[in-house]
């Protein structure tokens, strides 16, 4: 979908340069995926030692609580097409799925 907001490039600036974030959805879930991934690594290398035991758990129980992030964000996106779908296009019933859902993230 051309029109969608959610292919609405977001611009941050950062100093003279420019950060574009234009698939906003996907964003989202790589960034989700790389602090699941930091969380437990981070609370596997505590668990060397046992003085960071406790702290290790505390990551593992953090990650896991961020792996029940990722299909909230596919959720969103999937309410968020739909919304946009039924909005944008009359011609469709809205309650029809929306075709563009080859990229589930």
Same mark, same amino acid.
């Given at each position: 979908?051309?029109?969608?907001?959610?292919?609405? =490039?977001?611009?941050?600036?950062?100093? !003279? /340069? /420019?950060?574009?974030?234009r698939?906003?959805? /996907?964003?989202? #879930?790589?960034?989700?995926?790389?602090?699941?991934?930091?969380? %437990?690594?981070?609370?596997?290398?505590?668990?060397?030692?046992?003085?960071?035991?406790?702290?290790?758990?505390?990551? %593992?129980?953090?990650? #896991?609580? /961020?792996?029940l992030?990722? =299909?909230?964000?596919?959720? *969103?996106?999937?309410?968020?097409?739909q919304r946009?779908?039924? !909005?944008?296009?009359?011609?469709? *019933? =809205?309650?029809?799925?929306?075709?563009?859902?080859?990229?589930?993230?």
């Amino acid at each position: 979908m051309k029109n969608a907001p959610d292919s609405t =490039p977001m611009v941050i600036h950062v100093g !003279r /340069e /420019e950060l574009v974030i234009r698939r906003r959805y /996907e964003v989202a #879930s790589i960034a989700n995926d790389a602090l699941v991934a930091l969380w %437990f690594v981070t609370g596997s290398i505590m668990f060397f030692s046992e003085e960071w035991t406790t702290a290790g758990t505390w990551c %593992f129980l953090i990650g #896991s609580i /961020e792996l029940l992030i990722r =299909p909230a964000i596919r959720l *969103s996106r999937h309410l968020h097409l739909q919304r946009v779908h039924s !909005r944008t296009l009359w011609s469709r *019933s =809205p309650a029809a799925p929306p075709t563009d859902g080859s990229q589930d993230y």
